[in-house]
């Protein structure tokens, strides 16, 4: 079973950065690929960014191109961190932002998924609000 805890959320102001760390620990061999993902109230989650279990590989929406980096971080311990380092925040990317692994991409199309059916392990949730 794989764990996923995310933590880093919080507020700023427009124009503002935050980083999003998910832990992702237990059974690591069975993902190749992590994702974040976002929430806004009564809507479905849609894909941030999403990156191969090694570094090499990444996607992301065209909404946060050129403003949030996804990267994944040194193993230790049979944990991995991914991480999603958010720049020039917008009021629009207040949000519920969720990591999530899965398995099912197996490198076609080139880059992991961003739709949220491609994930079978998710975390708990961490909100980001960018006020104006």
């Known amino acids: 079973q794989v764990q996923l805890v995310e933590s880093g959320g919080g507020s700023v102001q427009a124009g503002g950065s935050l980083r999003l760390s998910c832990v992702i620990s237990g059974y690591t061999w069975s993902y190749r690929y992590a994702g974040w993902f976002r929430q806004y109230p009564g809507k479905e989650r849609e894909g941030v960014a999403s990156i191969t279990t090694d570094g090499t590989v990444t996607a992301y929406a065209d909404s946060v191109k050129g403003r949030f980096t996804i990267s994944r971080d040194n193993e230790r311990n049979n944990e991995i961190t991914v991480s999603l380092q958010m720049n020039i925040l917008k009021p629009d990317d207040t949000a519920a932002y969720y990591c999530?692994?899965?398995?099912?991409?197996?490198?076609?199309?080139?880059?992991?998924?961003?739709?949220?059916?491609?994930?079978?392990?998710w975390g708990q949730g961490t909100q980001v609000n960018v006020s104006s």
């Open positions: 999530a692994t899965g398995a099912n991409w197996l490198g076609s199309p080139p880059r992991p998924p961003l739709y949220h059916h491609g994930y079978n392990s």
